[in-house]
Each structure stands twice: as structure tokens, then as C-alpha cells.
């Protein structure tokens, strides 16, 4: 067989191979493309940031009509990207609001993402983290900021708090202390910390 039929075959193989990838098992050639074919995020949803852990990149979008907010990973498997899980957070008119979080390990990385916006004027810093390792970051007023640690934890369980520039604890982030009944989705917020029972 000629040289050039060879490499015509070889090259039509190829191409069937990456159709069929791309077709039944939703791989794309980049990592937001990926991501927007995620099973759950809709055709209405807009990016707004992006994040690259090293073998994977992580996309936060907002969706005015479903008013939510999702973060899609993309996973980076040899030239090609795949994108099978996501979080999403509803829209709400909290002081402090989570727009998204997701915590994941795979074979060779994991991590944890916690994205964070506040509209409390007081508040100047928002700490989160293992107990050991506690990053603080500087916030202002419709200021979006985000953490993203090496480490797989659940993000309720970073024990995020929002400081003012005294270093005092004015919110923080999980479920309600004082709450018999708990919403597992409905009470994981910020909750205002009153000074009588400041940590």
C-alpha cells in the first residue's frame, strides 16, 4: 500500500476516533467549550470567572433566568476535555453570599473552591481554612472574591468568617447554632454573629 494511502487511513481513523469522542462522549477541544456542554449548565448561563487547578480548570457562570449561579470543572484528559460535575448556589439577598463552591479529589489533585461576595460595608476580610492553614483576604462592599485550596474539604466545613478591620467576627458561614430543625440546603449560609454570643 502506497505511502500516502497509509497515512489518508491512518488520518481518516484518527478523525472517526476523535468524532465519536466528541459525539457520544461529550470530550470538547477546550475547557470552557466543555464546561458550556455541561449536562447543567443551560444556553442562558454567562461566564464570569475561571480558575486552573493544573489538570483542571474550573468555570463560575450566572444564569439570570434560572437566577442561579454554577460552577462547571472541566477535567483535561490528554488533549481533550471532559466536563461531568458541577455545583450550583441560588440567587439570594443575603449580606454575605456564597456564589458558588465545589470540592472535589481525583486520582492525582484535588481541591476546594469557595467563591464569595459581600455587600456589608463593615466587613473588610474574609477568612477561611483548614486550622492550621487559614487564608484571610481583603474584601470591600459588591466586591467578588474567591479561595481555592490544594485541599479536598467540605466548604462548610472551612469555617469561613467575615471580619471587620478590628479583626472582629461579624458573620460566618454554615449552618444555623441554635436551630432544631436544620435545611441542609436552605440554612448553609452566612449567618450574622450577635455580639453577645461572638465566638
Same mark, same amino acid.
Given at each position: 500500500?502506497?505511502?500516502?494511502?497509509?497515512?489518508?487511513?491512518?488520518?481518516?481513523?484518527?478523525?472517526?476516533?476523535?468524532?465519536?469522542?466528541?459525539? =457520544?462522549?461529550?470530550?470538547?477541544?477546550?475547557?470552557?467549550?466543555?464546561?458550556?456542554?455541561?449536562? =447543567?449548565?443551560?444556553?442562558?448561563?454567562?461566564?464570569?470567572?475561571?480558575?486552573?487547578?493544573?489538570?483542571?480548570?474550573? =468555570?463560575?457562570?450566572?444564569?439570570?433566568?434560572?437566577?442561579?449561579?454554577?460552577?462547571?470543572?472541566?477535567?483535561?484528559?490528554?488533549?481533550?476535555?471532559?466536563?461531568?460535575?458541577?455545583?450550583?448556589?441560588?440567587?439570594?439577598?443575603?449580606?454575605?453570599?456564597?456564589?458558588?463552591?465545589?470540592?472535589?479529589?481525583?486520582?492525582?489533585?484535588?481541591?476546594?473552591?469557595?467563591?464569595?461576595?459581600?455587600?456589608?460595608?463593615?466587613?473588610?476580610?474574609?477568612?477561611?481554612?483548614?486550622?492550621?492553614?487559614?487564608?484571610?483576604?481583603?474584601?470591600?462592599?459588591?466586591?467578588?472574591?474567591?479561595?481555592?485550596?490544594?485541599?479536598?474539604?467540605?466548604?462548610?466545613?472551612?469555617?469561613?468568617?467575615?471580619?471587620?478591620?478590628?479583626?472582629?467576627?461579624?458573620?460566618?458561614?454554615?449552618?444555623?447554632?441554635?436551630?432544631?430543625?436544620?435545611?441542609?440546603?436552605?440554612?448553609?449560609?452566612?449567618?450574622?454573629?450577635?455580639?453577645?454570643?461572638?465566638?
Amino acid at each position: 500500500m502506497p505511502k500516502r494511502k497509509i497515512a489518508i487511513t491512518i488520518g481518516s481513523m484518527f478523525l472517526i476516533i476523535m468524532l465519536i469522542l466528541v459525539g =457520544f462522549f461529550g470530550y470538547r477541544f477546550t475547557a470552557l467549550s466543555a464546561a458550556k456542554s455541561n449536562t =447543567f449548565v443551560s444556553n442562558s448561563s454567562v461566564l464570569i470567572e475561571e480558575w486552573d487547578t493544573g489538570s483542571s480548570s474550573l =468555570f463560575l457562570f450566572k444564569d439570570d433566568k434560572e437566577e442561579t449561579y454554577r460552577i462547571a470543572l472541566s477535567e483535561k484528559l490528554g488533549f481533550l476535555y471532559r466536563s461531568r460535575a458541577s455545583t450550583y448556589v441560588p440567587y439570594s439577598d443575603d449580606d454575605i453570599k456564597t456564589m458558588g463552591g465545589m470540592s472535589y479529589r481525583t486520582g492525582n489533585e484535588e481541591f476546594t473552591l469557595l467563591v464569595i461576595e459581600s455587600n456589608v460595608n463593615e466587613v473588610a476580610y474574609i477568612e477561611a481554612g483548614r486550622e492550621l492553614e487559614r487564608e484571610k483576604q481583603k474584601i470591600n462592599q459588591g466586591e467578588r472574591i474567591s479561595f481555592l485550596f490544594p485541599y479536598n474539604k467540605q466548604i462548610d466545613h472551612l469555617n469561613a468568617l467575615a471580619l471587620n478591620e478590628d479583626g472582629e467576627e461579624l458573620y460566618y458561614y454554615g449552618y444555623p447554632e441554635n436551630k432544631n430543625h436544620i435545611d441542609l440546603n436552605e440554612d448553609l449560609r452566612w449567618h450574622k454573629i450577635e455580639q453577645s454570643n461572638s465566638k
